[in-house]
Nanobody
Framework: QVQLAESGGGSEQAGGSLRLSCEPSGYISFNYCVAWFRQAPGEEREGVAGLDSDDTIAYADSVQGRFAIWKDSATNTVYLQMNSLKPEDSATYFC????????????????????WGRGTQVTVSS
């Protein structure tokens, strides 16, 4: 059973940076598609950044140029670097994963992710 554990959330002022980590356990290989999603109170969950196992990367328009996703192949840890933070980035951030056999369809933010972490809170103050 794959489990995902997010960390790195916290409070930051607008313009600041945070780095989120998603550490997996239970992987039998590193051929997974992974992504970060976020959900603010009263709003729908939205895809933020995705990385397919074929190295296709996608970002939401709202974070393009400010956020970066990558994976450490040695540890399978997935990171989300968030720069130039804005108050509207405040949300609970979740990482998600799915085996590569079921993804790589061209849009990492549209994959049918099977595994989800419990989330980490990010609060950005103005």
């Amino acid at each position: 059973q794959v489990q995902l554990a997010e960390s790195g959330g916290g409070s930051e002022q607008a313009g600041g940076s945070l780095r989120l980590s998603c550490e997996p356990s239970g992987y039998i290989s590193f051929n997974y598609c992974v992504a970060w999603f976020r959900q603010a109170p009263g709003e729908e969950r939205e895809g933020v950044a995705g990385l397919d196992s074929d190295d296709t990367i996608a970002y939401a328009d709202s974070v393009q140029g400010r956020f970066a996703i990558w994976k450490d192949s040695a540890t399978n840890t997935v990171y989300l670097q968030m720069n130039s933070l804005k108050p509207e980035d405040s949300a609970t951030y979740f990482c998600a994963a799915i085996e590569s056999a079921y993804c790589n369809r061209g849009d990492p933010l549209s994959e049918n992710y099977s595994y989800w972490g419990r989330g980490t809170q990010v609060t950005v103050s103005s």
